[in-house]
């Protein structure tokens, strides 16, 4: 049952992520979506699609706040989760700092600024933090004797957390810091610092300036303190965190503190290596310990962390062109269902409403009003015009899942049709031509950090493992499915030719995808032809980008070769692969079709 609740909502956390709903219901029931997504660091639209779920299994009460119905609470009880004992803190919350009074003051002046200050932009992932939690990060600061005294780089500073050290020193006596600099491209954020900074006793220098540009010289190296709250993708925490390592001075036991908000563990992994690869450690982490306003996706919380510099940190970030924030990645569309009228609305790229947000500013289309609840996420063949009549037209399918594959190398057969035949079927799509260069140009870029090269023996590992996953795809129980076997048979035919065999890699570090595109000849025609043959990516971020880049590299290895036909075969339950078929302009051909014969007969 857990396996089926997580795999009706995809949930990347899987069997676990649902017993994680389960104990925070019994724990805090009755207890809200929001709750539950605070407890659980689940984003409120999964916690709420697992509410859904369980209670058509008779598991949750249909009245809200929810609570677990007795079948519920028998299946907690016979998961072993029938505990309730908390331990956290309940004066700290579990944050692990507390407001003091003298400082309450701080977060009545810090409102009021709020109040008047500039709006928060969703789309460009700001979501404004509480008055509270700008007196708790600049806490944190003293707690970590990063402050009094110093100077401090604010890398985006839209929560204002350059007032709040303003205000926190001009309520304790004095200044706290010796030098504040912000660092922001919104021109309305620094003229509200300016201003509301100029009465408060605190050097604040503003900076207008667009991140994905290294930081002007005269900031580099100068910096005792940083601190940010970049986007919430694995490159927005890369690109600001290096800002903040290129504005610190050199040596070890600097501080950064960094704020960011729940993800899958899959994301997390992506942004602990960012952390990694820049040189910092984390020194410090606190779950829930940054209250947002507005962030309803998130619950409305997000985590901080202490991090330092070490002898081995260094920002090797240029300038940077590529997906930045969220609604930037968002590449599937969810269901939303109207709460007053029943409608079913969907919400993502290629839908009317590219945010729920969106949806909500408009109102239901059918009887104006919501609010909306959110369902489950909708299947790429499923993203189409047709299937969503209030949708303007739908993106084009952004590639495969974890994996998307052909059938295995050894089972390519040679085409049966040529084009002329299959022309008598469908009309065939326009010829495929090589991207322009600005355009193979961005896709590099949004492919980036990973690059496109030959394959050689050194990816043999790597590559069998993709074709024991895409066997496994193509054929379940049956396939042949020993990565080890799948190498050495890549390695004979490696040793024949290197041609078309491409991967994608990180520079330095293992392939994480791969692409073969073999040139054959028609043995009845004499035509030569390529024979599109495997493409797997890891669950990357941008794997969709990866994998269009790989393609991308296979067909311009063909075009090179003087071929003006790709042919290629794909299991019919293959869906994601058959996906990137569509996408590219490819046709279909031909249908293979089986049948299976009883044992008996075949005696």
Not at 209 to 230: C, S
Not at 535 to 554: F, H, I, K, M
Request: proline share 8%; glycine share 10%.
């Amino acid at each position: 049952m857990l396996t089926e609740v997580a795999d009706a909502v995809r949930l990347q956390e899987g069997p676990p992520g649902v017993r994680s709903v389960l104990r925070a219901l019994r724990r805090l029931a009755p207890a809200s979506t929001k709750d539950i997504s605070r407890a659980t660091g689940l984003p409120v639209p999964i916690v709420a699609a697992l509410g859904n779920e369980l209670r058509r299994r008779g598991l949750l009460t249909e009245q809200r706040p929810s609570r677990l119905t007795p079948a519920g609470l028998d299946l907690v009880a016979r998961l072993g989760m029938d505990l309730t004992l908390d331990a956290t803190c309940t004066t700290c919350d579990g944050r692990e700092l507390v407001v003091p009074e003298v400082l309450d003051e701080a977060v009545r002046r810090l409102r009021a600024i709020m109040e008047t200050g500039p709006a928060a932009d969703m789309a460009i992932d700001q979501s404004h933090c509480t008055p509270e939690t700008k007196v708790r990060r600049v806490l944190a600061l003293l707690t970590a004797g990063a402050l009094p005294g110093g100077s401090l780089l604010l890398i985006g500073d839209d929560d204002l957390i350059s007032l709040a050290v303003a205000v926190v020193g001009d309520v304790l006596g004095g200044p706290i810091v010796e030098r504040v600099t912000v660092v922001d491209i919104s021109p309305e954020i620094l003229a509200y610092v300016q201003k509301v900074s100029a009465g408060l006793g605190t050097r604040v220098e503003t900076v207008e300036h667009d991140l994905r540009q290294p930081l002007p010289a005269d900031l580099h190296g100068g910096f005792d303190v940083a601190m940010t709250d970049p986007p919430y993708t694995p490159e927005g925490a890369r690109l600001f965190l290096s800002r903040a390592v290129e504005g610190l001075r050199p040596g070890p036991a600097h501080s950064v503190f960094f704020s960011f908000g729940g993800k899958s563990p899959d994301e997390m992994l992506e942004v602990q290596r960012e952390i990694m690869a820049l040189g910092l450690v984390t020194n410090g982490y606190i779950r829930n310990f940054n209250e947002y306003e507005g962030s309803g996706i998130l619950g409305g919380v997000g985590f901080f962390q202490h991090l330092l510099t070490t002898t081995s940190t260094a920002s090797r970030q240029g300038d940077y062109g590529g997906p930045l924030y969220t609604g930037d990645k968002r590449t599937r569309q969810r269901e939303y269902t109207c709460v007053a009228c029943a409608a079913e609305l969907r919400v993502g790229p290629g839908a009317r409403w590219t945010s729920v947000a969106a949806l909500r500013a408009d109102g239901c289309p059918q009887c104006g009003k919501g609010p909306f609840r959110p369902g489950r996420l909708v299947s790429v063949e499923e993203e189409t015009p047709a299937a969503d009549p209030t949708a303007s037209p739908a993106a084009a399918p952004t590639g495969p899942p974890a994996t998307a594959s052909t059938a295995p190398p050894a089972e390519a057969p040679a085409p049966s049709t040529t084009p002329t035949q299959a022309s008598t079927h469908a009309p065939l799509r326009p010829a495929w031509h090589p991207p322009a260069p600005e355009a193979r140009a961005a896709l590099a870029e949004r492919a980036q950090p990973y690059l496109t090269r030959q394959a050689d023996e050194r990816d043999l590992p790597a590559i069998g493992e993709f074709e024991a996953e895409i066997a496994r795809v193509s054929f379940g129980e049956d396939a042949v499915d020993d990565p080890a076997r799948w190498a050495s048979r890549l390695g004979r035919a490696m040793e024949k030719s290197k041609e078309g065999m491409i991967v994608a890699h990180r520079p330095g570090e293992l392939a994480v995808g791969w692409c073969w595109v073999s040139i054959n000849q028609n043995a009845m025609t004499g035509d030569r032809y390529a024979n599109f043959r495997s493409l797997a990516v890891a669950p990357l971020d941008n794997r969709a980008d990866v994998a269009e880049l790989l393609l991308t590299a296979g067909l311009e290895f063909c075009v090179a070769n003087g071929i003006t036909e790709v042919v290629g075969r794909v299991h019919v339950g293959n869906v994601p692969m058959r996906t990137v078929y569509r996408k590219f302009g490819f046709d279909p051909a031909t249908l293979t079709m089986k049948l299976r014969l009883a044992e008996e007969s075949a005696r």
